[in-house]
């Protein structure tokens, strides 16, 4: 397997090295409400997994079989399933690191 | 239906699931308006990545540009079609409210911390 397979997964894993260290950066609880963090990802990812599903088999875009792991789940690379959990979570840390940071600035 | 006219369609589902669905109206705040712009930053940086590198390819027939992979110009930006943004605003605005309207539905943390209602 080559090493260019796990291109789609580093940009995952960017999105997570760079929003992560905001939980304890910033006493983030998000990551102790597993239950509306998994309704979150539900809520926003499965309408959109639905739509890139419909986009994937209709040939608006497609995928690099090069550059992504061979998995298929209803011929979407594992990676863009992961990404609709991965962008709703990395959203959520970025709102609610911005609302406590916004909170500081104005307490000062 | 394009990967425009859905991508449209995208956006006006979230604001109108903001607004008057879940009634969250985090669109009107600057808490999101600032989440919104450190997050679209990194968008095009990683959006850049999977089109720049062709790790996704777009039929040129459902997006405004052509199947020419530009930094800029012919409705792409960094790459990316700029139907993506919209897509993007979408799913990260959705995931925003979700969160937002979730959170109303449970009881607030206590000043002390134990979890009852202040």
């Keep these: ?108 | 239906m394009t990967y425009t006219s859905l991508a449209v369609l995208g956006v006006l589902v979230a604001v109108a699931v903001d607004r008057w669905v879940a009634r969250t109206r985090i669109t009107s705040t600057r808490d999101w308006w600032s989440a919104y712009a450190i997050i679209v930053f990194f968008q095009l940086l990683t959006n850049g990545w999977l089109t720049g590198r062709r790790i996704v390819q777009y039929d040129p027939a459902t997006i405004l540009g052509d199947d020419r992979v530009v930094a800029v110009g012919g409705w792409r930006l960094l790459y990316a079609p700029v139907e993506d943004l919209l897509f993007g605003f979408g799913l990260v605005l959705l995931s925003c409210v979700a969160w937002t309207w979730l959170g109303r539905r449970r009881p607030q943390p206590s000043p002390d911390g134990t979890g009852r209602a202040a």
């Excluded at chain 1, 990551?31 to 986009?55: E, H, I, K, N, S």
């Excluded at chain 1, 690099?64 to 840390?93: C, H, K, M, N, Y």
């Design chain 1, 1 to 108: 397997m080559s090493v260019l397979q796990w291109s789609y997964v580093a940009m995952l894993a960017f999105c997570l090295a760079g929003t992560l260290p905001l939980v304890p950066a910033f006493r983030l609880d998000v990551l102790r409400q597993p239950r509306r963090l998994a309704l979150t990802v539900l809520l926003a990812g499965v309408p959109f997994l639905l739509w890139d599903l419909y986009a994937t088999h209709a040939g608006h875009w497609r995928f690099d079989a090069d550059q992504t792991l061979p998995p298929r789940i209803a011929g979407l690379p594992l990676e863009e399933v992961a990404f609709f959990v991965v962008i709703p979570l990395v959203s959520v840390l970025t709102f609610e690191a911005v609302k406590v940071a916004r909170r500081r600035w104005a307490e000062r």
